[in-house]
């Protein structure tokens, strides 16, 4: 999706054609390690550590977090936190995109949503079933405040929440159907996956899984390797999701 096509307006610090905003968003839900950045609780320096991350359907990034880990400790005290993701490579580290994500981080006590980010984190981060269930673990939602974007050299913007989230207004069918959509597809269409990551999202070869859905796209992983595919229009329910997974498989056919 293009920001002509999502509405977006041409931002200064983004060189024209480039699709910051759809690439801010491809890295949000793409990638599953994040610096997290709190603030010291005794003396108010800023404190950056390593967290795994996933994101509810709205792109809300989710972390599960320890209450013995000095930044959940931080939280407690101050609940403004960030979440560098960033997409690594060969040659300079600062050619490659990254994004910011900046907010207030509040811990999840409700029964019910904690069992929906639970899925989502563990469909993401599969390892963290080990302890998600442990007595001091908790998850946690970002509330999103808003987002930075570095692509690399010229290419710098800031959005606003409501730009980097993905509105759910109207896709209620579509959220209560993923999880039987996942497993559809990770049981009967492999090779449709595999296809999506390799052929539209330029991702190696590998044992590609879908693990999860949301009005704007779709969310891969193989082994380690995780990725996003856009679709090619919102999908708010079933039957606009099967017909735009055929279309991309069509599509992703058609450019071997």
């Known amino acids: 999706m293009t920001e002509s096509e999502n509405g977006a307006r041409p931002l200064p610090g983004l060189p024209a054609g480039y699709d910051g905003l759809g690439e801010a968003k491809r890295l949000l839900r793409g990638v599953k390690v994040a610096a997290l950045g709190t603030i010291e609780r005794a003396g108010g320096f800023p404190l950056a550590t390593l967290t795994t991350i996933a994101t509810d359907h ?7 977090m320890s209450q013995l880990s000095a ?6 005290a101050d609940p403004r936190a960030s979440v560098l993701l960033a997409q690594g490579g060969k040659g300079d580290p600062l050619a490659h995109p990254r994004v910011t ?3 207030r981080a509040i811990k999840q006590t409700d029964p019910a949503i904690r069992e929906r980010l639970k899925a989502r984190f563990l469909r993401r981060n599969p390892k ?9 673990f908790a998850f946690w939602r970002l509330a999103v405040e808003g987002a930075h974007l570095n692509g690399g050299f010229a290419k710098a913007a800031d959005f606003p929440a409501a730009d980097i ?7 209620d069918d579509l959220i209560a159907a993923e999880e039987g959509a996942l497993e559809h597809m ?5 090779e449709a996956l595999a296809l999506y990551a390799t052929r539209l999202a330029g991702e190696p070869a590998g044992r590609w899984r879908a ?21 090619p229009r919102r999908v708010n329910g079933p039957a606009d999701l099967r017909a735009v997974l055929a279309e991309m498989a069509a599509t992703a056919r058609a450019n071997s």
């Open 186 to 190: 990770n049981a009967d269409h492999p």
């Open 101 to 103: 994500i900046v907010g």
């Open 165 to 171: 989230l993905t509105s759910l207004d109207g896709a």
């Open 128 to 136: 963290a079933a080990l302890y998600a269930d442990f007595g001091d």
């Open 58 to 64: 709205d792109g809300s990034p989710i972390l599960l």
């Open 211 to 231: 693990t999860g859905l949301d009005p704007e796209g779709i969310d891969l992983a193989a082994g380690d390797m995780t990725t996003r595919v856009a679709f």
């Open 71 to 76: 930044h959940t400790k931080n939280l407690d």
